[in-house]
């Protein structure tokens, strides 16, 4: 809230140069469904920290061709679906054509498959062959615009929302995504024309129920009986489709520590916004606001380190620092840095919750706007 999220930018594409990237920037679904916006046609590779074989896409669907698929690996997932005794016997005889080729064709004419039934096992193959891609926050990517296989080695092109939706709704990573979203005061508002809408699960349409009007994440969390996790799943969803106004922070990597002029600079934005929050409440309340400004920082203050524990409103309710908290950040580390800005949150979140309780929740939206008009 103080230092603000980094909004993800919005990718240009260049149909004659490859697209680069990191994805502790663009997470994978947010840059497939860049592709799929953009109907781009060409690889997209991961040379570093993902060990995963290139996808192809084509005018911006996903594309699954034999050269693809790995007979083994194949060939035992099929056996554990239809209960095969011997997996290798499914690739038998695949020497003399395509490696896969001749295995699709067993399926079907040796063990009895129907066509359906294998095609289908080849998108589950597929979903399942994503999933990792899903999960991880490290590693790099480059999107080339290149030629796609040859038309009759493509066994499945699936359009590409279709493919993010289900691997989204897979994720067992989800400790990481509440990190997209740092700021817990973002007010969240639906789009008024979303592109690319998917056909939604029921919990995702009663998300979007909750953000008939718009809330903060906070809020959200508040009143979602989705739980925190799967509220944070469906808000990754949205905001990877552009359903929502919230972007996803650029980065989710550990901050680099900030010059003593950039601490500074986002100490003095606390106490200016919390110097708007008193001024607000006082004007709707009077002078009994301090009061409750001061309450709301000191049951705060007790869940924050000991570097927090000289913090005070004075009289005339500006905000000070004592010798703890100054001596603290004389020369803090990276960690204590950020622990500091951790704390300034809290105390912040915590001022505008006292505001909110006091008020009323449309009060709150009012304040947040205010708050995040700021100048930075």
Known sequence: ????????????????????????????????????????????????????????????????????LEPEEFSHFIATKENIINPPEIAAGGETQSKSSPLIKNLIEKFSLSPQKVWQHLQDYFFLSLQPLFDSPEGSYCFLPSSTPASENILLRLPTPEVIQAGILAMKNLDLLSRYYPDKMAII????????????????????????????????????????KETYRLLFLLSCFKIINLAL???????????PQQLAQIIGEFIEKSSIILKYLSKEIGPVAINIIRKSISECKAMLPPLFSDLEIAENGQITFGRVFKAGIAYASPELQEKVIEGLNELLLN?????????GDDHEMRLVDTLQSCPK
Not at 34 to 60: C, D, M, V, Y
Not at 249 to 259: D, F, L, T, V
Not at 351 to 359: E, F, G, H, S
Request: proline fraction near 9%; include cysteine.
């Open 1 to 68: 809230m103080i230092a603000g999220a980094d909004k993800l930018s919005n990718m240009k594409f260049n149909n004659n140069l490859p697209l680069e990237g990191v994805f502790n920037q663009t997470p994978f679904p947010a840059l497939c469904l860049e592709i799929w916006r953009a109907q781009l046609t060409g690889e997209l590779s991961f040379p570093k920290n993902i060990n995963h074989p290139s996808l192809f896409f084509k005018e911006g669907d996903l594309l699954l061709s034999i050269d693809q």
């Open 189 to 228: 508002r639906i789009k008024k024309s979303p592109a690319g809408l998917p056909r939604l699960t029921e919990p995702a349409k009663y998300l979007l129920s909750l953000l008939a009007k718009p809330v903060t994440i906070n809020h959200l969390l508040q009143i979602s009986q989705l739980g925190e």
């Open 249 to 259: 922070s650029k980065s989710i990597n550990q901050p680099a520590p900030a010059s």
């Open 351 to 359: 001022q505008i919750i006292a505001v909110k309780r006091t008020l």
